[in-house]
């Protein structure tokens, strides 16, 4: 059985527009006021990275490898997605700006430093039942590595486990719990308590599935989808290439499409004369079986290299979800219909497999990796994970399915010299019970895909949600004084319950964090209980 969950992902989405719409003017003068020091950082570092102060979007359409050489030379942006574009959560004094217009947004006083002025010390109190003011952390908009730095290395690691033994001890975490933090800027370990033990680590596997993926394929990498015309005949093969992302809705919202590539298929077929084709599929770059080992569940899609909307039978984008029993069928049935919608007269499709003589007639292209990796951790979606595992092997000489997508996965981090004593991989997604995970190993993965001399990684920083604010954690931490300060990846099956990812202090320090605990038995509970280990972490000046 598994918990989902992105429910509070669905709830909070209004709430957050409206946050959206009111946080927007203060956001961008916050921008303007962040480019010049960002700037200044770019001239040091080089001339590639000086184009980070230019313009940016939401997400960007092309991102490329140098994008994230320049987020490299930021913990700002190693630490929050968008942290230019989005304008927070950090000004230039390192305020946070994010939570001080949720609570504009929420027309509530509270959130800011309320006049402080330079009394750094958060003794300050706010008025009963008005949020708390958000402590004032030094700005953390510098280089891991450059000199004068004011992300400092943390130290202290008794006062560290002073605070962290008693909340790891709370009986909601179970019988037994593993935890580390590390100093991002060090690599010095602060606290760990039975890191090097494997757990069982549900969706934080998906931390391990970027690092690999980015790793093997680099984060400017596209799926691609494509319609082939096999010469001397009306034959014309959909072929998967594996693009989780692909979509049939009218709206791609900038994903490949389903649509787009029909509406190409059908002009190329249009100037060679034919309106009527015989229509088949190709799934042939995925081997082994589709089904999950958990069975069919609305958790995970069949994992085939040809899917449409991640064979979602209703208008969900993300979460648990009726899925389709044959999903590619469905997206080739799908492509058929808007083949007859340009007047082609198409057969009901079967599979196939493309020969190598078939003529590509058109194809389209996912976004890069590095927004593929981003959208998984955001949403923890299952099914791009599955996908991902099975790119790795398949660009690793591995067999494209669950066995080979996992001895991928563990092969990709040995390469990175990352600690994988008493890890195991069985899938990509962290649905199947079997994998093993230690604490160790995610905080290695963390502060590796931190490293400014691997910025192919930093998606797995910026994917990671947002405390507060974004994806699994968008309902979480918005009353405890860490939304916008802790970003992790849940994970989360019955009796399961884990969390990791990064946070800063309240003296500045960037840290990665891991916490894995097994046999919880109320769930609601022992995601509490992180939530408070993770927010006590970032509240702590354990110097």
Not at 3 to 30: F, I, K, N, S, Y
Not at 255 to 264: F, M, N
Not at 447 to 467: F, H, I, N, Q
Request: net charge positive; with cysteine.
């Amino acid at each position: 059985m598994v918990v989902p969950e992105l429910r509070g992902w669905r709830a909070a989405r209004p709430r957050l527009e409206r946050l959206a719409r009111t946080a927007r003017p203060p956001l961008t003068r916050a921008a303007r006021s962040v480019r010049p020091g960002l700037a200044r950082l770019a001239r040091t570092a080089g001339p590639r990275i000086a184009r980070l102060a230019g313009p940016t979007g939401s997400r960007p359409a092309r991102t490329r490898t140098w994008q994230y050489t320049a987020a490299a030379a930021t913990a700002g942006l190693a630490l929050a997605a968008g942290a230019v574009t989005a304008a927070g959560p950090w000004d230039s004094t390192g305020q946070r700006t994010a939570e001080r217009d949720r609570a504009v947004a929420l027309e509530r006083s509270g959130g800011t430093d309320h006049g402080r002025g330079s009394d750094t010390s958060a003794t300050s109190r706010a008025p009963a039942g008005e949020p708390k003011p958000a402590p004032s952390a030094g700005a953390v908009l510098v280089g891991l590595d450059a000199a004068g730095a004011t992300v400092k290395s943390a130290s202290g690691a008794k006062s560290l486990r002073d605070v962290l033994d008693p909340l790891l001890g709370d009986a909601a975490l179970g019988a037994r719990h593993s935890a580390a933090v590390v100093d991002a800027a060090t690599g010095r370990t602060l606290y760990e308590q039975d890191g090097g033990q494997a757990f069982t680590p549900a969706s934080v596997t998906k931390i391990a599935t970027a690092v690999a993926a980015l790793s093997a394929l680099g984060p400017d990498h596209r799926f691609t989808t494509r319609a082939a015309l096999e010469p001397d005949t009306r034959e014309v093969v959909l072929v998967g290439g594996g693009d989780p992302t692909l979509t049939a809705r009218a709206d791609a919202q900038g994903w490949a499409s389903l649509r787009g590539l029909a509406d190409a298929t059908a002009a190329a077929l249009a100037q060679r004369g034919l309106r009527e084709v015989t229509l088949s599929y190709d799934t042939t770059l995925y081997a082994g079986s589709d089904l999950h080992p958990i069975g069919v569940n609305d958790n995970v899609a069949r994992v085939t290299a040809l899917t449409a909307d991640e064979g979602r039978t209703d208008a969900s984008t993300s979460g648990p979800a009726p899925r389709a029993a044959d999903p590619a069928a469905d997206a080739a049935r799908a492509f058929g219909r808007f083949l007859a919608g340009h007047g082609v007269k198409v057969t009901d499709p079967g599979p196939s497999k493309a020969t190598g003589r078939a003529q590509t007639l058109a194809s389209v292209s996912s976004p890069p990796l590095s927004d593929v990796v981003e959208r998984m951790l955001t949403n923890s979606d299952n099914d791009i994970a599955e996908a991902l595992a099975r790119q790795t092997a398949a660009a690793t000489g591995q067999r494209a399915d669950f066995a080979g997508g996992g001895r991928a996965i563990a092969a990709q981090l040995k390469k990175l010299g990352l600690p994988l004593a008493g890890a195991q991989f069985h899938d990509g997604s962290g649905l199947n019970r079997a994998d093993r995970l230690t604490a160790n190993l995610l905080t290695a993965l963390l502060r590796t895909a931190a490293d400014p001399a691997r910025p192919g990684l930093r998606p797995v920083l910026t994917g990671l949600p947002v405390a507060g604010f974004t994806g699994t954690l968008a309902d979480r931490y918005a009353a405890d004084g860490a939304a916008g300060l802790v970003r992790a990846k849940t994970g989360t099956l019955t009796g399961v319950n884990t969390l990791a990812g990064t946070t800063v202090d309240r003296d500045g320090r960037l840290l990665v964090f891991a916490f894995l605990t097994d046999g919880t038995t109320d769930p609601q509970a022992a995601q509490s209980a992180l939530d408070t280990t993770a927010t006590t972490l970032s509240a702590c000046g354990c110097a």
